[in-house]
């Protein structure tokens, strides 16, 4: 039975925190179903079964067998987590147990049987969706990414009535690209294989399936929504979706503010906030410590937490970390990615041992610790589609230092001469994205460090700005109506 008239949604995702992580969509998928629900939407969130989910989710109930999937058994579970988190899981051993990144091999390619996974998980996404599955129908799937692109050709080419569509694009670089051959596996209408469909330069497309058959398209910003709408930002949608601009709209995201919240965040090792700005120095001095950095109260920490990729304008940085040393800064770094930019910040903490400090991997305990005892974050990105570092560090009173350019100008306000009058300014934007303009943003960092009071002008600023999913979250629930 329906509780109250509520609106049911299934989200459609491949990872959520804090079950599975690979990036920022784990954190969207964890955090935006509580923020619906406790604005009165009755949320389901759709995962597929890989190791973590599986660990984290020990106990969960079986409530649809399956059968035979992909040569093994499989069923449906379902989860609530302690924060209310309401999980439907895919459990199919033969398609999720596998180790590792769950898009890329050890090769760090992409896994040669993509398309059936995911296929497969967009098709039971469809069958619950549409009640066929377990005693619960969807008003509206709302899907992300490439990985769910399927779920809304599927539900389209249903006889009867289906629930309505949301597709969210993350990043639009991430396009779900496979040979055309996989198509009759599909089990999707031949007419589909089209240029108005799921077709793709003679290829099929899990991203270009998601764009043509939702109802309403969403991306994670504003600005975002306009650059992909172009050539140069749409990555070869830039005509498509220009198309389908009067069902396009951006919405910012958010992040969980009880799991990122400087007063009472653990790794802190004394909570502050904005009316104690002092008490993060406690933090730095421990995190210098923790990362083997010379003990410097005075010198500006500056961190990165990030995949290092030329996308997030990381080699860039990668050459400006001399500067930021002679200037008498210091730089923790955790991410990894493109060996090349690994090797470069390794490289640097090598000619620095006492002033760099690189962790390649992702810790998220240290991430928090970065965000609680660093002066400012480098998000340099070429292209952004909202970011959510940038939205911790506001929360955490750590100057954003951002490419202006999607998300990220949405979301942080440049120090320039009218924003400092008028006494807004958030953050450091700089633009166009080269070695020249990150360089004058590091410097304009650095005297605005040497200026205390102005300083912490800025970062109290930052700090009062809501970056909840409370806004985002009534934004979804006025586009679910609506569409």
């Given at each position: 039975?329906?509780?109250?008239?509520?609106?049911?949604?299934?989200?459609?995702?491949?990872?959520?925190?804090?079950?599975?992580?690979?990036?920022?969509?784990?954190?969207?998928?964890?955090?935006?179903?509580?923020?619906?629900?406790?604005?009165?939407?009755?949320?389901?969130?759709?995962?597929?079964?890989?190791?973590?989910?599986?660990?984290?989710?020990?106990?969960?109930?079986?409530?649809?067998?399956?059968?035979?999937?992909?040569?093994?058994?499989?069923?449906?579970?379902?989860?609530?987590?302690?924060?209310?988190?309401?999980?439907?899981?895919?459990?199919?051993?033969e398609l999720f147990d596998i180790s590792g990144n769950p898009y890329l091999d050890e090769k760090s390619q992409d896994r040669a049987d993509n398309h059936l996974r995911y296929a497969i998980?967009?098709?039971?996404?469809?069958?619950?969706?549409?009640?066929?599955?377990?005693?619960?129908?969807?008003?509206?799937?709302?899907?992300?990414?490439?990985?769910?692109?399927?779920?809304?050709?599927?539900?389209?080419?249903?006889?009867?009535?289906?629930?309505?569509?949301?597709?969210?694009?993350?990043?639009?670089?991430?396009?779900?690209?496979?040979?055309?051959?996989?198509?009759?596996?599909?089990?999707?209408?031949?007419?589909?294989?089209?240029?108005?469909?799921?077709?793709?330069?003679?290829?099929?497309?899990?991203?270009?399936?998601?764009?043509?058959?939702?109802?309403?398209?969403?991306?994670?910003?504003?600005?975002?929504?306009?650059?992909?709408?172009?050539?140069?930002?749409?990555?070869?949608?830039?005509?498509?979706?220009?198309?389908?601009?009067?069902?396009?709209?951006?919405?910012?995201?958010?992040?969980?503010?009880?799991?990122?919240?400087?007063?009472?965040?653990?790794?802190?090792?004394?909570?502050?906030?904005?009316?104690?700005?002092?008490?993060?120095?406690?933090?730095?001095?421990?995190?210098?410590?923790?990362?083997?950095?010379?003990?410097?109260?005075?010198?500006?920490?500056?961190?990165?937490?990030?995949?290092?990729?030329?996308?997030?304008?990381?080699?860039?940085?990668?050459?400006?970390?001399?500067?930021?040393?002679?200037?008498?800064?210091?730089?923790?770094?955790?991410?990894?990615?493109?060996?090349?930019?690994?090797?470069?910040?390794?490289?640097?903490?090598?000619?620095?041992?006492?002033?760099?400090?690189?962790?390649?991997?992702?810790?998220?305990?240290?991430?928090?610790?970065?965000?609680?005892?660093?002066?400012?974050?480098?998000?340099?990105?070429?292209?952004?589609?909202?970011?959510?570092?940038?939205?911790?560090?506001?929360?955490?009173?750590?100057?954003?230092?951002?490419?202006?350019?999607?998300?990220?100008?949405?979301?942080?306000?440049?120090?320039?001469?009218?924003?400092?009058?008028?006494?807004?300014?958030?953050?450091?934007?700089?633009?166009?994205?080269?070695?020249?303009?990150?360089?004058?943003?590091?410097?304009?960092?650095?005297?605005?460090?040497?200026?205390p009071r102005i300083w912490n002008k800025i970062i109290r600023n930052g700090m009062k700005q809501d970056v909840s999913w409370a806004a985002p979250a009534a934004e979804y629930l006025k586009l679910y109506k609506s569409v």
């Open positions: 039975m329906k509780k109250n008239n509520a609106q049911r949604i299934l989200m459609v995702t491949s990872e959520c925190f804090p079950l599975i992580k690979t990036g920022g969509l784990a954190d969207v998928a964890g955090a935006l179903p509580l923020a619906l629900k406790a604005a009165g939407a009755e949320t389901r969130v759709f995962l597929p079964g890989f190791p973590d989910v599986m660990k984290a989710t020990a106990g969960a109930k079986r409530i649809c067998k399956l059968g035979t999937i992909a040569g093994g058994p499989a069923q449906l579970l379902s989860y609530v987590s302690k924060a209310g988190l309401d999980v439907i899981i895919l459990d199919a051993p998980f967009a098709r039971l996404a469809a069958d619950i969706a549409l009640g066929k599955l377990i005693d619960w129908q969807a008003d509206v799937v709302h899907c992300h990414d490439w990985q769910a692109g399927l779920t809304p050709a599927y539900l389209k080419a249903e006889t009867g009535t289906a629930p309505k569509t949301i597709f969210t694009i993350h990043n639009l670089a991430f396009q779900g690209l496979f040979p055309k051959d996989i198509f009759n596996g599909l089990g999707l209408p031949d007419c589909y294989f089209a240029a108005d469909g799921v077709e793709y330069w003679d290829q099929v497309s899990y991203m270009k399936s998601g764009i043509m058959f939702s109802d309403w398209i969403t991306t994670v910003s504003p600005t975002y929504a306009s650059e992909i709408q172009t050539d140069e930002g749409g990555m070869g949608f830039g005509g498509l979706l220009a198309s389908r601009g009067h069902t396009l709209s951006g919405i910012i995201n958010g992040i969980d503010t009880d799991i990122w919240n400087p007063e009472t965040d653990p790794v802190c090792v004394k909570g502050y906030s904005s009316k104690k700005l002092s008490d993060k120095a406690v933090t730095k001095k421990a995190l210098q410590q923790k990362q083997g950095l010379r003990a410097a109260p005075k010198a500006p920490v500056f961190c990165v937490i990030s995949r290092l990729t030329t996308q997030k304008g990381l080699d860039l940085l990668a050459g400006a970390v001399d500067h930021i040393v002679h200037l008498g800064g210091q730089l923790i770094v955790l991410g990894s990615g493109d060996k090349t930019i690994e090797d470069a910040f390794l490289a640097a903490a090598k000619r620095h041992p006492t002033e760099v400090s690189v962790t390649i991997g992702y810790d998220e305990q240290l991430a928090h610790m970065l965000q609680a005892g660093s002066d400012a974050n480098f998000i340099p990105s070429r292209f952004e589609p909202c970011g959510l570092t940038q939205l911790c560090a506001l929360r955490y009173g750590t100057l954003p230092i951002v490419g202006r350019v999607g998300g990220l100008s949405d979301t942080i306000i440049d120090t320039n001469a009218a924003a400092m009058q008028a006494g807004v300014a958030t953050g450091v934007q700089f633009f166009p994205i080269n070695q020249t303009t990150l360089a004058h943003a590091i410097d304009q960092t650095f005297d605005l460090y040497a200026a």
